[in-house]
């Protein structure tokens, strides 16, 4: 595969440092020169990674080509280039449907989206691809969990729980504020809340229990993980994610 990047920031840093270190087979990567930092940075990985002159050049020697850029200069930077029917496309980009993309690149080829975080360096996490693809889901399977839905609608629901992961922070952050008033150090509170969180994240991945399972499963009748359940519960906690993420689905499809 000759895989390319227009745009070389944090999520296409990551991606190409999962593909190296899990060894995708890969014939080249090339990278756009617009971030020289963190393609120079790429490059010096692998020999099979270069950094091109120019983001035409990013097509020319690739054939599945990622479109990595943030929403507000898409247009811009689209808008310059010439896409062919041979390039298989696929956008990383927040907010720009599939029909978008297909007017800005003026292209026969494939397209498709896909939301790769930045956990996939590590091979963790998921990545959301739509519509179903399996030139998007066999780099992102080996990077983890790729997810393929048919529908942008569920498309855009996967996106907006991505923008739960300051909260799911400010969660921890609140845990170990309170573990730091109770006398412990900031490094003690953080190391275990750390170790703590990984093996949460860890039961989700072993068998096919709800989540509605793993809750009852870690509540004793009286217990202190019901205790503070409930209190969440009755302050209608849990709830308010619920609005919330439906504002930014509201946003992302332009309803807001």
């Known amino acids: 595969m000759r895989l390319g990047f227009i745009g070389t920031g944090a999520i296409t840093q990551a991606v190409v440092t999962g593909l190296l270190r899990f060894d995708f087979p890969l014939e080249r990567i090339s990278l756009s020169p617009r971030n020289a930092r963190t393609a120079a940075a790429l490059a010096a990985l692998d020999k099979r990674v ?66 790769p975080l930045p956990a996939v360096a590590e091979g963790k996490g998921s990545t959301a691809i739509c519509p179903a693809d399996h030139v998007a889901k ?76 793993l809750i009852e499963h870690s509540m004793t009748p009286g217990g202190i993980n019901e205790q503070v359940h409930d209190e969440l519960s009755k302050r209608g906690t849990y709830a308010h994610f619920a609005d919330a993420l439906d504002r930014v689905l509201m946003r992302i499809q332009g309803r807001a």
């Open 50 to 115: 270069q950094v091109c002159e120019s983001n035409q050049d990013v097509l020319e020697a690739s054939d599945v080509v990622c479109l990595a850029v943030v929403p507000q200069i898409a247009a811009d930077v689209l808008s310059e280039l010439h896409f062919d029917a041979r390039h298989h496309v696929v956008s990383f980009i927040a907010g720009i449907s599939i029909d978008e993309v297909r007017r800005l690149v003026r292209a026969q080829g494939k397209v498709v989206r896909a939301i």
């Open 138 to 213: 066999s780099l992102f399977s080996a990077l983890g969990q790729a997810v393929e839905v048919d529908d942008e609608a569920r498309f855009d629901a996967l996106l907006a729980v991505t923008a739960t992961m300051a909260s799911f922070y400010a969660v921890l952050e609140a845990q170990a504020s309170w573990l730091v008033r109770q006398g412990l150090s900031d490094d003690a509170a953080r190391s275990f809340l750390s170790g703590y969180s990984v093996g949460l994240a860890h039961d989700t991945t072993r068998g096919e229990r709800s989540f509605t399972e």
